[in-house]
Nanobody, 121 residues
């Protein structure tokens, strides 16, 4: 099994920045892609960003140019640097991981519990 633990989110003003982290433990050899989904109130969970074991990033169009995903394989940790935040980025952010190279092919196998990010206008 794989366990994913997210860092605390927070409250930030529009235009501000926030960094999330997610540490993986357990059967980490099973993991290729790691990244993030988010779910806003009343909306479906949506893909945000992911990075493969080799370091190839993938971003949703809505966050390209504002969010940066990175991975520290030695620490089994993935980071999401969020800049130029907008109120519409408000959501619960879930760390996700999967043996595949992408988090967009079906639902990821492994999930964190989620962390709240709130962007005020």
């Amino acid at each position: 099994q794989v366990q994913l633990v997210e860092s605390a989110g927070g409250l930030v003003q529009a235009g501000g920045s926030l960094r999330l982290s997610c540490a993986a433990s357990g059967s980490i050899v099973r993991i290729n892609a790691m990244g993030w989904y988010r779910q806003a109130p009343g909306k479906q969970r949506e893909f945000v960003a992911a990075v493969t074991r080799s370091g190839s990033p993938d971003y949703a169009d809505s966050v390209k140019g504002r969010f940066t995903i990175s991975r520290d394989s030695a620490k089994n940790t993935v980071y999401l640097q969020m800049n130029s935040l907008k109120p519409e980025d408000t959501a619960v952010y879930y760390c996700a991981a999967d043996p595949l190279w992408s988090l967009r092919v079906g639902a990821p196998n492994y999930w964190g519990r989620g962390t709240q990010v709130t962007v005020s206008s």
